[in-house]
């Protein structure tokens, strides 16, 4: 079967394809530039624990080493401080690291891959699809014609995949503009984010503003700086003013040595396509999204794209189109995207526009503060990621449904579990093989080797249960789970994302719920479930 493509080989594409590679699907990337990419060190992502997960199980590199955790995050006002979050107390550090050494890791792995071809100075500029595949063609030095299973556009906000596709790309331009300094100092405080609204240096006018302060490895510092609406040009004379007063009013005299690394402006556009797919075209990332009003997230959205598309794709290219899996694509990720897109809009006039909601509301700057702390930092209304509980692959009506602390749609907590071979790994290291998960809460089991209890209690029925699942399921067990009862059964998605939690070995709901979460288009029965563990309890 043809191989599929990928165009765009920014962080997106190149973890689309080493992700449909650990699943055995060939791939090629179209790739515009050189094959390298520019270090541009104000050119910065922040990671949340399931994102920074997805890359390094893909890439097999720590990513830690590359940038900041960071220690903690602070949220100003003028001169008071308002809101103090301590990692490690409240949950995981964010990562934050300059986007050409995310790049840089993805490309090193995939030159490792066997399964994967990046095509450089190749531009897309035709896609001919018919029933069976698709056929692309590129010009550049060696234009030419490509033939695949499947197309996926990761070329960013001017996708021409999505203009090929005609499809349309509406919503809001300039939303937010930030000015952008990459630079190494000394600062008050170290390993620690600052969220300034209204410093008392800029006491007056429309760009009192705020500014941002995100710290990188090696004593450098991502500093933002909100504009006021306009398009008045970002000068580089501007740029070093507001680096020199921003360093002086936070060091509280004179400005303290720097030296400036990088500069930019970041223009955020809230832009959301109507269609993510088109027979055997998709799109992803900023080909499908933009939002990000607080600067820095935008990429990580497009990340949890890849990884969600990955294991339907692999499924439909090893096994056949699935149409209903490959719907869920779009219905699960654009309602995500929409809903993310819809907090920022209803929130950010208010946020921005001083006394309106103050007036209304008492304590209202405070609240403020703390929103877009939290938006920021990938938490509440505005940053919080979006979960999946409306995805139509929910199964619907199982008897033996029980509520654990992670919602049925949402990520799965990372837990100790003991594989297959009797080892012990992360849940999270089970993910994106393209295999279900069918994991048993059993206390006990971690202190005895996996041979001793594997032939014991509900395990046989559980095990034949899982081999006569409708698609290949790996089974699991771990002493614990937050808020699951012993004997729970979690069904787990390849992705990570939670399917149902079953109150004890329920062959017919298990199945139901595995059928239903790829997409309804399965061989066998539940009756088959129901005898090979009734067959396995009678042994």
């Avoid at 203009?163 to 930030?178: C, M, N, S, W």
């Avoid at 081999?467 to 012993?486: D, F, I, K, M, Q």
């Amino acid at each position: 079967m043809d191989p599929v493509i990928i165009t765009g080989a920014g962080p997106v594409g190149l973890t689309l394809a080493l992700a449909l590679a650990r699943q055995e699907v060939p791939c090629v990337v179209l790739d515009e530039g050189p094959g390298k990419d520019e270090p541009r060190p104000a050119r910065t992502v922040v990671l949340r624990e399931e994102a920074v997960a997805l890359v390094e199980r893909l890439t097999g590199t720590p990513l830690t080493g590359l940038g900041s955790r960071w220690a903690g995050w602070r949220s100003m006002r003028r001169k008071q401080v308002t809101r103090e979050v301590v990692f490690g107390d409240t949950g995981p550090a964010p990562l934050h690291l300059a986007q050409h050494e995310l790049t840089g890791v993805l490309r090193t792995a995939l030159a490792r891959e066997r399964l994967v071809r990046i095509a450089v100075d190749s531009r897309l500029d035709g896609i001919e699809q018919e029933r069976s595949g698709v056929t692309a063609h590129t010009r550049g030095p060696a234009g030419t014609w490509w033939r695949g299973s499947y197309l996926v556009g990761c070329d960013g906000p001017r996708s021409t995949v999505r203009k090929l596709q005609d499809i349309r790309f509406p919503g809001r331009t300039a939303v937010e503009r930030y000015a952008v300094a990459a630079l190494r100092t000394e600062l008050p405080w170290t390993d620690e984010a600052v969220l300034h609204r209204l410093p008392p240096w800029r006491t007056t006018g429309p760009s009192a503003g705020e500014v941002v302060g995100r710290p990188l490895p090696d004593g450098v510092w991502r500093l933002d700086w909100l504009l006021p609406p306009g398009k008045d040009l970002v000068t580089p004379e501007l740029l070093v003013n507001r680096v020199r007063e921003t360093l002086a009013g936070w060091s509280e005299g004179s400005t303290p040595a720097y030296e400036l690394l990088d500069t930019g402006v970041h223009t955020v556009h809230h832009r959301l396509a109507r269609r993510w797919r088109v027979g055997r075209v998709l799109l992803t990332g900023d080909a499908a999204h933009l939002l990000g009003a607080l600067g820095t997230q935008g990429l990580e959205e497009g990340l949890l794209d890849a990884d969600n598309l990955a294991w339907k794709l692999a499924l439909a290219w090893h096994y056949g189109p699935r149409e209903a899996l490959l719907d869920s694509y779009q219905e699960e990720r654009r309602a995500a995207i929409s809903a993310r897109l819809r907090a920022a809009d209803q929130l950010l006039p208010l946020l921005r526009g001083g006394g309106g909601l103050r007036s209304y509301v008492p304590g209202a700057a405070r609240g403020n503060d703390a929103l877009l702390a939290d938006g920021h930092l990938g938490r509440g209304a505005l940053g919080a990621p979006g979960t999946y509980a409306g995805s139509p692959l929910a199964p619907r009506g199982l008897a033996g449904e029980v509520a654990v602390d992670t919602p049925p749609g949402t990520p799965v907590t990372d837990v100790r579990v003991t594989a297959e071979d009797g080892t012990f790994v992360r849940l999270r290291d089970r993910l994106g093989r393209g295999a279900l998960l069918v994991v048993l809460i059993a206390p006990g089991t971690g202190v005895w080797e996996r041979k001793h209890w594997v032939t014991a209690g509900i395990m046989p029925r559980l095990a034949a249960a899982v081999t006569a699942l409708p698609h290949r399921a790996e089974l699991l067990v771990t002493e614990s789970y937050p808020g699951a009862a012993a004997h729970t059964v979690l069904l787990v998605r390849p992705d990570g994302h939670l399917v149902t939690a079953l109150n004890g070995v329920r062959p017919a709901d298990l199945y139901a719920a595995a059928e239903s979460a790829l997409g309804g288009a399965a061989a066998g029965s539940a009756t088959e479930a129901e005898e090979g563990a009734a067959a396995a309890g009678s042994r």
